[in-house]
T-cell receptor, first 112, second 113 residues
Framework: DAMVIQNPRYQVTQFGKPVTLSCSQT?????MYWYQQKSSQAPKLLFH???????NEADTPDNFQSRRPNTSFCFLDIRSPGLGDAAMYLC???????????FGPGTRLTVL | KNQVEQSPQSLIILEGKNCTLQ??????????LRWYKQDTGRGPVSLTI?????NTKSNGRYTATLDADTKQSSLHITASQLSDSASYIC????????????FGSGTRLSIRP
């Protein structure tokens, strides 16, 4: 089945230790998004790629970076995780930005 | 400021009962409104999408309504099941200068046997 896959599902890292979260999709969608969702809050868009074009949200900290080496994969790099970065990180895709977004299951990040 | 507000914040009902969740928005100009269901520890899944001209849309036991004049939407769940326990998120997309997607904070629904 076509889907959005995130690995790992659970990630534990130490304060300040770089971490990379992975997202892959078999939907062949043009757009890939990264969201941060903290407990009982709405998902917060960090950035998105339309094909190779990177679109950063104005309030996304520099600590968060992203790479999209090809259509299928997109990575979220957190260069120096702080305690406040502990959250669920959701990857989503859509055919175009106006279309319905299909979400992956998320990666739960814990920062010790 | 473009906003999406949902109520109630949380709701507990007995299995088999109906319930209605509310979403009010100030996004303008308006493009579309989506309701997502998010199970605990999972990503959101789209239930319905409604555009300006649509008043009602159903997806099984889920029925969404939209009043674009008053900028209000509701999600009605009929004959609730235990599997309906989840967070329900209202997401509004603007148009033109307001083209960003705005997420509501969600309603946490718990179904009790």
């Amino acid at each position: 089945d076509a889907m959005v896959i995130q690995n790992p599902r659970y990630q534990v890292t130490q304060f300040g230790k770089p971490v990379t979260l992975s997202c892959s999709q078999t939907l062949n969608h043009n757009v890939m998004y990264w969201y941060q969702q903290k407990s009982s809050q709405a998902p917060k868009l960090l950035f998105h790629y339309y094909d190779k074009d990177f679109n950063n949200e104005a309030d996304t900290p520099d600590n968060f970076q992203s790479r999209r080496p090809n259509t299928s994969f997109c990575f979220l790099d957190i260069r120096s995780p702080g305690l406040g970065d502990a959250a669920m990180y959701l990857c989503a895709t859509s055919r175009v930005t106006e279309d319905t977004q299909y979400f992956g299951p998320g990666t739960r990040l814990t920062v010790l | 400021k473009n906003q999406v507000e949902q109520s109630p914040q949380s709701l507990i009902i007995l299995e088999g009962k109906n319930c209605t969740l509310q979403c009010n928005y100030t996004v303008s100009p308006f493009s579309n409104l989506r309701w997502y269901k998010q199970d605990t520890g999972r990503g959101p899944v789209s239930l319905t999408i409604m555009t300006f001209s649509e008043n009602t849309k159903s997806n099984g036991r889920y029925t969404a309504t939209l009043d674009a004049d008053t900028k209000q939407s509701s999600l009605h769940i009929t004959a609730s099941q235990l599997s309906d326990s989840a967070s329900y998120i209202c997401v509004v997309r603007g148009f033109g200068s307001a083209s960003k997607i705005i997420f509501g904070s969600g309603t946490r629904l718990s179904i009790r046997p």
